[in-house]
């Protein structure tokens, strides 16, 4: 056979997969590494510092041939464990088969003398076909990670049958001989144990390759300690602990820490300790170390500091979006304002544009009117002073030839001048009787048009007035701007100051930490006892107290009520009255020129 490939150090290391070796075998070993891996051993030496000594031989020339060198003791272990499995697997198929043999012929013997007829033939293979698929299948889901209780208790039920049926094919009943009754059960619970095995194996690698494993309580915890052993169990289940060395180390340091604080308080120490002291008591149910407990206070002080912060720059945060709102709204508000300005301006100044333009328009049509109906008169007075004087010249005629009398020609034309002079005074009056109406409906026209004017010019100051209301409101709206500009400079002011407010608290809480924790060192190196290394936890809250305060705000005397009551019973987990002992206590060794 060849040899295996080599081996790195490492875990995990490939390894050569021999002739006639199954994967499962080559994962066996290929798995086993890496889980060995994680538990501390021991420097393995390498295989030249382990081999004794080569001896050469001599030939008789006098050279020395070197000896072959020593095959390293792991990989002879290897060798050997991988012919292990290959002998057990032969072992249990060749149990298996001479057990359904043996089985097949005791079962149909059976049967046929319980009156099975032509099916006894078929019985016994009936019921091993049924043992091989239901633990078949019952490692197929187990090597899935979904194991199911039904095919494995099926497959039990059956095994547990057919071990009966066995025990019971010998002529008799069991009682009579028990050991062929013993003989025909040995195959099949060899083949049981074989299959449980298997079983237990491809469990264990799946927990190895998936890292599920967990540990067991050992049976001789069960047997010494039945309590205390339910008690690690039940843990170990309810809080998903895997590590029963790790439960272990948790249960001793908790009886170390519980003798530690008996020996400290004495008999009354669960009431002297404080509830702080208590925490890991309670924690351990949550797979926690006593470090842990203890150190859950300021775990949770830290987290709610966080959580304030939060919540104050989260309301900061609501107050500057609700000013942004606000000032949004008015900005709106006052665009809105500006714009109705500017349309009443306009609908204004249309309006006065309107009526100017309806007024002109009434009076030019006024002064037409006027115009035309003085041209008529006169026109009309004209024409009928024409037909009188034609009607007057031919009875001047008539009259002339009828008197034909040259006498009166001269009174005639006496009394034509002077009625002619009279016609023409009276024609001269209606001539200035138009003259006056026209000269009247030029005033109208003139009154008609100074309205006009008049009107124009509300038109104009109307339109000046609407362009101061409309300078106005852009002058609010721009006070607005800028009272927006200015509250968004406050809100940034703002932001800033809690910024560099939260970035001081941090600074400071990280100081304080330091400072506590070199007291805390001081406070060990010291070896100071509980109570001593509470007073001076106290003495440095109320020192860090006084000197959080301004310059100009912090009094000459350092005052202990900076610190409440409550406070420290939340720190130290104690009541109201050792809250007091502690706080005056602290008080003394501040007087006694303790600085933290």
Excluded: C
Excluded at 158 to 176: E, H, Q, R, W, Y
Excluded at 242 to 253: A, F, I, N, Q, T
Excluded at 288 to 306: C, F, G, H, K, T
Excluded at 467 to 472: K, M, V
Aim: hydrophobic fraction near 45%.
């Amino acid at each position: 056979m060849p040899d295996p490939a080599p081996l790195t150090a490492g875990a995990g290391a490939p390894t050569a997969t021999h002739p006639g070796e199954t994967a499962s075998m080559q994962d066996v070993m290929t798995t086993a590494q890496p889980a060995a891996a994680h538990r501390p051993t021991a420097a393995v030496p390498s295989a030249r510092a382990a081999a004794p000594p080569a001896t050469g031989t001599a030939p008789p020339d006098g050279k020395t041939v070197p000896a072959a060198p020593a095959e390293p003791p792991w990989r002879m272990s290897q060798r050997a464990m991988r012919w292990v499995i290959r002998v057990s697997i032969v072992a249990a198929v060749v149990v298996a088969a001479i057990g359904f043999t043996g089985s097949y012929e005791a079962l149909r013997t059976l049967a046929e003398g319980r009156g099975f007829g032509w099916f006894a033939k078929f019985f016994p293979i009936g019921v091993d076909a049924g043992i091989v698929g239901m633990y078949g299948l019952d490692l197929l889901l187990v090597w899935l990670r979904m194991p199911k209780a039904l095919p494995r208790l099926i497959a039990h039920v059956l095994t547990a049958a057919t071990i009966l049926f066995n025990a019971a094919a010998p002529k008799g009943s069991i009682v009579d001989d028990p050991l062929a009754a013993g003989m025909h059960a040995i195959l099949p619970l060899l083949f049981v144990a074989a299959v449980e095995t298997a079983r237990h194996l491809v469990i264990r690698l799946q927990q190895l390759t998936h890292r599920t494993e967990t540990d067991q309580v050992p049976l001789h915890r069960w047997l010494l300690s039945p309590w205390s052993a339910w008690v690690t169990y039940r843990r170990m289940r309810l809080r998903g602990i895997p590590s029963y060395k790790r439960m272990v180390e948790l249960d001793r340091e908790l009886d170390v820490y519980r003798a530690w604080l008996r020996h400290t308080y004495g008999k009354s120490w669960k009431k002297e300790a404080g509830a702080a002291a208590l925490l890991p008591f309670g924690m351990i149910e949550y797979g926690m170390s006593v470090e842990e407990a203890l150190d859950q206070p300021r775990l949770q002080q830290e987290a709610a500091d966080q959580r304030a912060a939060a919540e104050a720059t989260r309301k900061a945060a609501a107050e500057a979006a609700k000013r942004d709102r606000e000032l949004d709204a008015k900005e709106h508000d006052a665009d809105a304002a500006i714009r109705e300005q500017r349309i009443a301006a306009k609908v204004t100044q249309a309006t006065f544009g309107i009526k100017a333009e309806t007024v002109a328009a009434e009076a030019g049509a006024k002064t037409a009117e006027a115009v035309a109906r003085v041209e008529a008169e006169t026109a009309a007075q004209t024409a009928a002073l024409a037909a009188e004087a034609a009607r007057a010249q031919a009875e001047h005629d008539a009259r002339q030839g009828e008197r034909e009398l040259k006498r009166r020609e001269d009174e005639a034309a006496r009394e034509e001048a002077a009625e002619k002079t009279a016609r023409q005074a009276a024609a001269e009056a209606a001539t200035a009787r138009a003259l006056a109406e026209k000269n009247a409906a030029e005033a109208r026209a003139a009154e008609e048009e100074k309205k006009a004017a008049a009107a124009r010019e509300e038109a104009a100051a109307a339109d000046r007035r609407a362009q101061r209301e409309a300078a106005e409101a852009q002058r609010e709206a721009d006070h607005w701007e800028g009272e927006r500009l200015a509250r968004e400079a406050e809100r940034a002011r703002l932001e800033k100051e809690t910024a560099e407010n939260l970035a001081e608290a941090a600074r400071l809480r990280e100081e304080a930490a330091l400072r506590e924790q070199a007291a805390v060192e001081a406070e060990d190196v010291a070896r100071m006892g509980i109570g001593e290394r509470a007073d001076r936890k106290v003495a440095r809250m109320i020192l860090a107290a006084h000197y959080a305060l301004p310059d100009e705000e912090r009094p000459a005397q350092i005052d202990k009520l900076r610190v409440s009551l409550g406070q420290i019973e939340e720190v130290l987990g104690v009541s109201t009255s050792v809250a007091g002992r502690r706080r005056d206590a602290a008080m003394d060794l501040i007087a006694g020129g303790y600085t933290g």
